[in-house]
């Protein structure tokens, strides 16, 4: 009926109403557009039906708690807080872990308790081995008790009924080694091992275990004592080798020094030459100046030859110099050599040979000023007058003096050179003499000494070899008996500690699997609700638009419904219009309160899909890492076990 109340609205049948309606649209402008009413329905905002978990740091260390933490009631109470949002996971971080975490020391202590309770009884029982495990046991940590329980105790039963079987067998390899060792040790083991053999069983065990060491330290013992002498012996024949090479070394640096005295003694001879020529053409000089003042002649060239002859000699003075010089510093070079070699004799000579240089440059000077006397007498010779002839005799005589002293000098110096070389020559003499007999000894001593020593060492190589032959097999067998018991008790206790190893990873991978197995099942059902609710999302948001555009349908009826009341309001429809108008405006409240409710599910679906999205993610990492430890558990058991099928 309203449909055709409104159709007749639209398109009324009388055209005589219709006629005038067309008529008046046409004559009048249109009005104006309506502006489009607002969008009162929001877009989801990204947080509403998204539940509130608090901040992510926080809820990844309560999620690595439920996945990684040792103990089973922090696992457990980590995963409750994690299914009740921010409120249970601040109040797990608060008190609790916590909490959870004393829970799990009162049942560690609990079990520790038991477990003890139930290994005391076994205290004293059983073989020897299971003694001592029960008492390492009991003496260690909590784990120590629980992997006795588990798998220790059995395994130690076993070593017993094992060492049981073998006591037999190893008797019989203990009697070979000593077999072995009384044929290549020495004195002192083969003595032991003789004794050893005749005492019994128990007496050989014991001979491997101590008695092999203590003996084989004695027989190293009694080889270095005798290696320590030989080379005592050695190194005293060395020693005289030494005294030798020192001495000849000596002999040699003393040969050089008489070398070098006599070198010496040349080149102070040359000076003294020199010297006495020198202080010939002074005094020539001086003729040749009373002969020209005598004859009232003064040549020029008067005093051209003496000056030429003085200054020859007083070159050959310096060269003579030079060289006492260089025969004293190699003469002192063979002295420290002496006094390096600690046979001092001889060193005198040194101290001759640098007296002669300085008395030879003691000459030089000598020689110069008499070469400066014939300089002064020259000048003298060339006065013009009696007061510049006096003043050049004054400094003649200045010159002369100096001559003179520089003469004296020179003399003394020859004269203490020679006493010094003459007391030197003597107590030289007594010491080469002295020197040469205690070489001979010494020499004659050398060479006993170094046919002692060839004897000696040929000696001393042949029982070093054998010592580092009997060492060599004293080193190996020592090892050998004292490996053999350790290796039976290494392999055991490796066995034992990979047998353990290998059940407790294997325990861990099962428990690893079985937690890989539920976060994989988890994770699927995580997936399966993320899914679920995406699309119960992706429906509510299709409801949320359908509702949205019949609103905006029904607002448009009832706006239309008005215009048309409007429209024939005051004619013989009006009533109906207006009804019509009402009705279509209640539809449209009502189409709007329900667009509304369906855009508020809309958002909320999409907030729960996105909640659940993301615990489908985080439930396919915790899978992941699950799987990830599963398989680390499963090989690290593997690998113990491989190592515990190896030992054993």
Not at 47 to 54: E, I, N
Request: glycine share 6%; charged share 25%.
């Amino acid at each position: 009926m309203t449909a055709a109340v409104f159709a007749g609205l639209v398109q009324p049948s009388n055209v005589a109403v219709a006629a005038p309606t067309v008529t008046t649209t046409s004559t009048e402008d249109p009005s104006p557009a309506r502006p489009m009413p607002p969008d009162p329905y929001k877009e989801w905002d990204g947080k509403a039906g998204v539940p509130d978990t608090g901040d992510p740091r926080l809820r990844q260390l309560v999620a690595d708690n439920a996945e990684l933490a040792e103990d089973v009631e922090v696992r457990e109470a980590a995963k409750a807080a994690l299914g009740g949002g921010r409120a249970a996971i601040m109040a797990f971080l608060n008190t609790g872990l916590k909490e959870a975490q004393r829970k799990a020391a009162e049942r560690k202590a609990r079990v520790a308790a038991e477990n003890r309770a139930a290994i005391e009884p076994l205290r004293g029982t059983g073989g020897a081995y299971l003694r001592a495990e029960v008492d390492r046991v009991l003496a260690g940590t909590d784990l120590d008790r629980v992997q006795f329980l588990a798998y220790g105790r059995s395994i130690a039963e076993q070593r017993d009924a094992a060492a049981t079987q073998s006591v037999l067998q190893r008797a019989s390899e203990n009697r070979a080694r000593v077999q072995m060792l009384l044929g290549v040790g020495g004195p002192e083991v083969k003595r032991a091992a003789q004794t050893a053999l005749d005492a019994g069983d128990a007496a050989v065990e014991q001979f491997l275990v101590t008695g092999y060491l203590e003996a084989a330290r004695k027989d190293a013992d009694a080889r270095e004592r005798f290696l320590a002498d030989e080379e005592a012996r050695i190194k005293a024949a060395e020693a005289l080798s030494e005294l030798a090479r020192k001495s000849a070394r000596a002999n040699e640096a003393r040969r050089v020094l008489l070398v070098q005295h006599g070198n010496g003694v040349r080149a102070l001879q040359r000076s003294s030459n020199a010297l006495i020529l020198a202080g010939n053409e002074a005094r020539r000089a001086e003729q040749i100046l009373a002969a020209n003042t005598a004859g009232g002649q003064h040549p020029v060239d008067a005093f051209d030859g003496v000056k030429a002859e003085a200054a020859r000699q007083l070159g050959n003075a310096r060269a003579a110099a030079d060289d006492a010089q260089r025969a004293a510093a190699q003469a002192q070079v063979a002295a420290e050599i002496l006094v390096e070699t600690g046979l001092p004799y001889g060193v005198q000579w040194a101290q001759m040979a640098f007296g002669m240089s300085q008395a030879a440059r003691a000459a030089v000077s000598a020689v110069e000023t008499a070469s400066h006397s014939i300089d002064a007498a020259a000048f003298t010779d060339q006065a013009r007058n009696a007061q510049e002839r006096a003043e050049r005799h004054a400094v003649q005589a200045a010159k002369w003096r100096e001559t003179a002293e520089a003469h004296a000098r020179a003399a003394a110096d020859l004269a203490e050179a020679a006493r010094v070389q003459m007391e030197a020559a003597k107590d030289a003499a007594a010491r080469t003499k002295a020197a040469r007999q205690a070489a001979e000894v010494a020499e004659a001593q050398a060479w006993a000494a170094a046919e002692r020593t060839r004897q000696q060492r040929i000696i001393a190589e042949r029982e070093a070899a054998t010592a580092a032959a009997q060492r060599a097999i004293a080193e190996r067998e020592r090892a050998n008996a004292a490996a053999a018991r350790a290796r039976a008790e290494q392999q055991a206790a490796v066995a034992r500690a990979m047998r353990g190893e290998a059940e407790a990873q294997a325990g861990i991978a099962a428990a690893a699997r079985g937690r890989a197995e539920a976060a994989d099942g988890a994770a699927a059902q995580a997936e399966t609700n993320a899914r679920n609710e995406e699309s119960n999302a992706n429906a509510s948001r299709d409801a949320a638009y359908k509702a949205e555009r019949e609103q905006r349908a029904a607002e448009s009826r009832a706006a239309a419904m008005d215009a048309m009341a409007a429209a024939a309001r005051g004619g013989p429809h009006a009533e109906a219009a207006q009804a019509e108008a009402n009705k279509a405006r209640g539809e449209a409240m009502t189409a709007a309160g329900a667009a509304g409710a369906a855009r508020n599910a809309a958002n909320a679906a999409t907030g729960a899909a996105a909640g659940a999205r993301g615990a489908a993610t985080e439930a396919t990492r915790a899978a992941a890492r699950a799987r990830a430890a599963a398989q680390a558990a499963a090989a690290a058991a593997a690998r113990a076990n491989a190592a515990a099928n190896r030992a054993e």
